[in-house]
């Protein structure tokens, strides 16, 4: 008789008890964000009532942290106290309620930030995506919603978080940032050595990219009048149903650039997307360009080729409002 235990018993029995461990979580993670912010709706509703005392907030909290701390122990202290009562002014008039999946980590993040606007943008993002705190505050360090903003791509168009979110096209980004590949800005590397390192953490750069992205191939062939060529990467958005091919440039944009993407790009609309595909996308990633050029030798009415630079390190936002 054999008594080795089925992995496939095991992996099913384990898979069960880390769902239930996750549920578990998630709820307790659900309640202690309710609980905050009801507790600091009732700290601000007591602070009101004494509103002709100087002093009378900063003694409510003083003397509240000190009797929950002996009745509940470590977590309530002054500065938690006050975290929490900036947790519900923050948030009682949001658009967006408080969500059930995110965490208390998570609202710490947020509530650092001022603008409501982006706020909401980030709020609504990490909700969606089941974004980690990780995740969030990458996100937020590597300023998405400045570079939404300040995008060309953008600029003329209504700029609310509904359309944002809602358009994959709106989402392109300039530039883009890849500090996750751990390239030094200043170090000697090859366009091939570049592609390695965006296979090498894939899943960064899919977030880095935006919504709906899924990888297709690397260095993708296809023949055309007897010449082979080759796209660096190719990806589906499955959100816009058309592909997203990617070229990569260690150096300066060039015109002869946007004129190869431009080609590589009527060739999968007239040879590989069906006919309920939408037009195709080609992205060039390089390090420097001139928006000038770019716009003139460009269509007019483009809609298909963008040219972005690419940072590979997290810049502060004024560099790039700069």
């Not at 999946?101 to 509530?111: A, K, Q």
């Not at 359309?163 to 530039?175: A, C, G, I, M, Q």
């Not at 716009?295 to 560099?319: H, M």
């Amino acid at each position: 008789m054999d008594t080795k235990l089925d992995n496939l018993f095991f992996e099913n029995i384990r898979l069960l008890l880390r769902k239930a461990q996750d549920t578990l979580l998630k709820q307790v993670n659900s309640v202690m964000v309710y609980t905050y912010f009801e507790l600091g709706k009732q700290i601000v509703e007591q602070e009101q009532k004494g509103k002709s005392y100087a002093d009378y907030g900063t003694f409510i909290l003083s003397e509240l942290s000190e009797r929950l701390t002996i009745e509940f122990g470590k977590g309530y202290s002054k500065r938690n106290l006050e975290l929490i009562r900036k947790f519900y002014i923050t948030f009682k008039n949001a658009k967006s309620p408080i969500s059930q999946n995110l965490s208390w980590t998570h609202y710490i993040h947020l509530m650092r930030i001022e603008d409501e606007n982006e706020r909401a943008y980030y709020q609504k993002e990490a909700e969606q995506n089941s974004w980690s705190v990780r995740t969030l505050e990458r996100q937020i360090n590597s300023a998405v919603y400045h570079r939404l903003m300040i995008s060309k791509n953008v600029n003329n168009q209504d700029r609310s978080v509904e359309r944002n979110v809602t358009n994959p096209l709106e989402t392109l980004k300039d530039p883009y940032i890849l500090e996750f590949l751990n390239l030094k800005e200043q170090s000697n590397y090859s366009e091939t050595q570049l592609e390695q390192a965006i296979i090498d953490r894939l899943e960064h750069f899919l977030l880095e990219l935006g919504k709906g992205f899924t990888f297709v191939g690397r260095q993708v062939r296809f023949t055309f009048d007897e010449e082979h060529f080759r796209v660096d990467l190719v990806f589906y958005n499955r959100l816009l149903r058309c592909f997203v091919l990617i070229d990569l440039k260690i150096g300066k944009l060039k015109h002869q650039d946007l004129g190869q993407m431009q080609m590589y790009v009527n060739y999968y609309d007239r040879f590989v997307k069906t006919e309920d595909e939408l037009p195709t996308i080609g992205i060039i990633l390089c390090k420097d360009k001139k928006d000038a050029m770019v716009e003139i030798t460009l269509p007019k009415d483009n809609k298909q080729i963008f040219a972005s630079k690419y940072l590979l390190y997290l810049p502060k936002v004024e560099e790039l409002k700069k």
